[in-house]
T-cell receptor
Framework: DAGVTQSPTHLIKTRGQQVTLRCSPI?????VSWYQQVLGQGPQFIFQ???????GRGNFPDRFSARQFPNYSSELNVNALLLGDSALYLC??????????????FGQGTRLTVV | SQQGEEDPQALSIQEGENATMNCSYK?????LQWYRQNSGRGLVHLIL?????REKHSGRLRVTLDTSKKSSSLLITASRAADTASYFC???????????FGSGTRLQVQP
């Protein structure tokens, strides 16, 4: 069975540009969450979606947005990129309504570099 | 913001030795989970311990939880070079659906 897949694996963007990151959860999983991991730190929660509805949002500016599609895949969009948005973006899926109470399965991440 | 802190931030041991990592957190939790991350890539779930449990084992891993002290420890016995990675604790609390991660312990196992 395929695990959580994320695309692209690496991305270089210029300040002010917009970026879209994609995630496909494990088959049967309806919950997808996005995390940002800056070098040397632990992942920080950005969004959680369950059954195509936003169920949680972390402390990130409105430049960050996401959505979940009928097939439970998800996209994370970041507008007006800043140098500080450079990070590893991780997608996690779980079978239940949130990762907080069950095992979460993470993708390999998208490494975003803003120059 | 980070929920808590892992201690130590970095740990270097020889193969065959045991490695102990500690995690402290701040709020009431439903459970605490440990994850491993190799070379800045995806996280791999290791073990979940619920707030009403005090100790849990999985293979060479032993996790303890002390809710009165808001702390947890991860013990890896008979370490191997392949255990070299960063280890994160993550808490799930009653108010959030997402995990809150600590800052991690970087473990280096020398062959």
């Amino acid at each position: 069975d395929a695990g959580v897949t994320q695309s692209p694996t690496h991305l270089i963007k210029t300040r002010g540009q917009q970026v879209t990151l994609r995630c496909s959860p494990i088959s049967g999983h309806k919950s997808v969450s996005w995390y940002q991991q800056v070098l040397g730190q632990g992942p920080q929660f950005i969004f959680q979606y369950y059954e195509k509805e936003e169920r949680g949002r972390g402390n990130f500016p409105d430049r960050f947005s996401a959505r979940q599609f009928p097939n439970y895949s998800s996209e994370l969009n970041v507008n007006a990129l800043l140098l500080g948005d450079s990070a590893l973006y991780l997608c996690a899926s779980s079978a239940g309504g949130g990762q907080a109470n069950t095992e979460a399965f993470f993708g390999q991440g998208t490494r975003l570099t803003v120059v | 913001s980070q929920q808590g802190e892992e201690d130590p931030q970095a740990l270097s041991i020889q193969e065959g030795e045991n490695a102990t990592m500690n995690c402290s957190y701040k709020t009431s939790i439903n459970n605490l989970q440990w994850y491993r991350q190799n070379s800045g890539r995806g996280l791999v779930h290791l073990i979940l311990i619920r707030s009403n449990e005090r100790e849990k084992h999985s293979g060479r891993l032993r996790v303890t939880l002390d809710t009165s002290k808001k702390s947890s420890s991860l013990l890896i016995t008979a370490s191997r070079a392949a255990d070299t990675a960063s280890y994160f604790c993550a808490t799930g609390d009653t108010g959030r659906r997402a995990l809150t991660f600590g800052s991690g312990t970087r473990l280096q196992v020398q062959p």
